[in-house]
């Protein structure tokens, strides 16, 4: 046994093995632990760049659309169908003799042509700007149908139709013959329906109008983004 401890003792003079102590770690565990359980700084900053550049360029790219959604053109259009909605009921009620639910038919003709005229042209207009087939002509001309359609068709039909229902409900008008409803309700107003004109006029040449302003709009931002980058 003294031998034996002998010969162990040689070999560790001998630097065949260090002894190392119950409760240290040596210096190369020590980094391999560092670098396999945590993350290096220069690798998470490698991942975070891309996501913020993405980030601000989408920012920068709503901003550049937000300058062309002409957003204070869209809401004067919306809001000259309101008015011509409210001329056509003021119209038909006045054919109709109607003097119940006023509160209700004006709300719902101020209500209804503003936002049909705000979809209709951000679909036909504004989202055919972005996409890039649409005209400068082809712009002006879907800004007015706008008007027309949603300006002053829907509104006048709209009108009719509720106060029409409204006079056979409360009778004061006549009742129309069988058959002959639709026939009837023309011929009590047809003299008066002609005032929708002025509100046609007036959709028709502000809906060019700000059609061809719009497209100018557009085409400035689009330059001046293209001379940016």
Not at 34 to 41: D, F, I, L, V
Not at 123 to 133: E, H, M, P
């Amino acid at each position: 046994m003294a031998a034996l401890g002998r010969e162990v003792g040689a070999d560790l003079r001998g630097g065949g093995v260090v002894p190392v102590g119950a409760g240290e770690v040596p210096e190369d565990i020590k980094m391999t632990t560092y670098t396999h359980g945590q993350s290096s700084p220069s690798l998470g900053d490698a991942k975070l760049r891309p996501m913020v550049i993405e980030i601000i360029e989408k920012k920068i790219e709503y901003l550049r659309k937000d300058k062309t959604l002409n957003i204070y053109g869209t809401v004067v259009f919306g809001t000259a169908s309101s008015f011509s909605g409210m001329l056509a009921n003021f119209i038909f009620r006045h054919c109709f003799k109607v003097k119940h639910d006023a509160v209700k038919t004006y709300a719902s003709l101020t209500t209804l042509p503003f936002l049909s005229t705000v979809v209709a042209y951000k679909l036909l207009v504004t989202d055919a700007l972005y996409s890039g087939n649409i005209s400068k002509e082809n712009c002006a001309l879907r800004s007015s149908l706008v008007g027309i359609v949603c300006g002053v068709i829907y509104p006048t039909g709209l009108a009719f139709s509720k106060n029409g229902r409204l006079a056979v409900k409360y009778h004061t008008v006549p009742l129309p013959p069988k058959g002959r409803v639709l026939l009837h309700w023309v011929m009590l107003s047809q003299t008066q329906v002609k005032g929708m004109a002025i509100p046609l006029i007036f959709q028709l040449f502000f809906g060019v109008y700000n059609g061809l302003r719009h497209y100018a709009i557009f085409e400035s931002t689009l330059e001046k983004t293209v001379h940016e980058d």
